[in-house]
């Protein structure tokens, strides 16, 4: 199967307990509130995770250019959120002197000398530096990768252009450049395709989106073959976690392996559509035949064999063990089609994933006229 590696890489019950809970003892578990300052906070990951910082009571300051989504919080409402404009590359002088934060939320890494820049500027200052980084920083996916597996290299570790081939040595080096700037305070969370509502790369979108178009909908390979993402508001969640608790280390934030298929994907993109509409399931040979490209044409599936053998079953074990919750895919699936369909007309007609419809008719049509040649 042919796979466009840029497009890959360029990418309950415990809460119904505490409210059983006696309030003195409730009290006691609160953590206690934090300042946390977040390097962007605008773009997809930050506004999820600053809504849950200030629903936990947590005081956030916002380091960011200014550029992207620059209303997000205006108004009377966000009146506690600080915002200080910069740029982390050439204007880092909002957060000179001595202001102390607890924590440090780093969403726009992808450069390591800028994260060596605020770690210097910001390791006498802060208790915990958390970065996201990325599950594509594992070298090989011929096998299930845990934080142990080896990651990527580069060539030229000096390299400054992310391309699909220096993504996940660059954000490696990130992470070697946090470690060395605030070293035992330093925490890694490698999330994989993150998705959910205010995602703009469609690469989940594409399924609930195009179940809501209806007819008959190409999927590739089986109704078992396994995926792995997740929702953007649980990652924003563990995030806040790692903070409230102090978990320093690296940890894998991504969908627990096996628990999610393409079959299941379909399934509830189906159910949150409500619209009439058919799925086949055409082989992953047959796709590469008709120059189908997996995670871009067909998002979020990879064929787990060969070189991508390990392709949804990256480990999680010990982020889960650290308070890593899911909810529900049903939910993820509904929620991200009812945002998609707050997007003005022009948007919704340009998926940035998956196959456009004449494209893909083109394919169910190849693909019948060779099912009815085998049979007849």
Not at 34 to 62: D, N
Not at 104 to 129: C, E, F, M, N
Not at 152 to 165: I, Q, R
Request: aromatic share 8%; net charge positive.
């Amino acid at each position: 199967m042919t796979i466009n590696r840029r497009d890959f890489l360029a990418a309950g019950a415990a809460g119904a307990g505490l409210l059983a809970m006696p309030s003195f003892a409730r009290t006691i578990l609160q953590p206690k509130p934090r300042k946390i300052l977040v390097m962007g906070g605008t773009g997809f990951l930050g506004p999820h995770f600053v809504e849950i910082a200030r629903k936990h009571g947590h005081t956030l300051t916002l380091f960011n250019r200014g550029k992207t989504n620059p209303d997000k919080f205006s108004g009377e409402e966000y009146h506690d959120i600080e915002q200080l404009h910069g740029d982390r590359k050439t204007d880092m002088k909002a957060l000179e002197g001595d202001r102390q934060w607890d924590a440090v939320l780093d969403t726009s890494a992808y450069i390591p000398a800028d994260v060596t820049r605020s770690g210097k500027l910001l390791a006498a200052r802060v208790k915990q530096y958390v970065l996201v980084s990325t599950i594509s920083v594992y070298a090989k996916n011929d096998a299930p990768a845990d934080e142990t597996s080896p990651v990527a290299t580069l060539a030229d570790p000096n390299v400054t252009e992310v391309t699909g081939e220096t993504y996940g040595g660059l954000k490696a080096l990130c992470e070697k450049a946090a470690e060395q700037e605030l070293p035992g305070r330093t925490t890694v969370v490698r999330p994989g395709l993150i998705v959910g509502p205010g995602d703009n790369s469609d690469r989940f979108t594409y399924w609930p989106a195009r179940a809501d178009r209806g007819g008959e909908i190409l999927a590739p390979g089986s109704e078992q073959d396994p995926t792995q993402f997740i929702d953007v508001r649980d990652l924003a969640a563990f995030l806040l976690t790692t903070i409230e608790r102090g978990h320093v280390g690296i940890y894998n934030a991504d969908g627990a392996p096996g628990a999610l298929t393409m079959g299941a994907v379909l399934r509830e993109s189906q159910r949150a559509s409500g619209k009439k509409s058919s799925v086949t399931w055409v082989p992953a040979d047959f796709l590469e035949e008709q120059k189908v490209q997996a995670w871009s044409d067909m998002p979020a599936w990879i064929p787990a064999r060969g070189e991508y053998a390990g392709f949804g079953r990256t480990s999680v074990s010990k982020a889960k063990a650290a308070g890593l919750n899911y909810r529900p895919l049903r939910e993820t699936a509904r929620d991200t089609l009812a945002w998609w369909r707050t997007l003005p007309e022009e948007r919704r007609a340009k998926l940035k994933a998956g196959l456009k419809p004449g494209r893909e008719a083109e394919v169910l049509k190849a693909w019948h006229a060779k099912a009815k040649t085998k049979g007849g």
